[in-house]
């Protein structure tokens, strides 16, 4: 149980802190936000759950796929803002666009032979 609160408060103080990071600075925010982070801890809970390489690493491709249909938020969402849409009416529809994005990938990489 007090592996599942550090884990928790760790992930915590990543989001706290790409959100303290962008009210000062957008670029510092962004650097922090884009870097892996949640990746990085998950191939760490992951392989300290079960001491498994092969997980991490099937993790690691299937991530990469994945995050290529995920840009679709950050090129969508800022577009909209711009249309005049309102935050929240954006965010729904860039979050809708991301999710086509990531439908349309996974049945690409299915026709391709891509296991996820």
């Known amino acids: 149980m007090g592996q599942y609160v550090i884990r928790v408060l760790l992930s915590a103080l990543v989001i706290v802190a790409v959100t303290e990071l962008a009210k000062r600075s957008s670029l510092l925010g962004a650097l922090v936000a884009s870097l892996p982070l949640t990746s990085l801890l998950a191939f760490i809970w992951l392989y300290r759950d079960t001491g498994d390489a092969a997980r991490v690493s099937s993790l690691s491709v299937s991530i990469f796929w994945l995050v290529i249909p995920s840009l679709a938020l950050f090129l969508t969402l800022p577009l909209l803002l711009r249309f005049g ?12 666009a991301t999710v086509v994005c990531y439908g349309v ?8 032979g891509v296991s996820l």
Not at 85 to 96: I, N, P, T, V
């Open 85 to 96: 849409w309102g935050f929240w009416l954006s965010l729904l529809g860039a979050s809708g």
């Open 105 to 112: 990938m996974v049945i690409v990489l299915e026709r391709l």
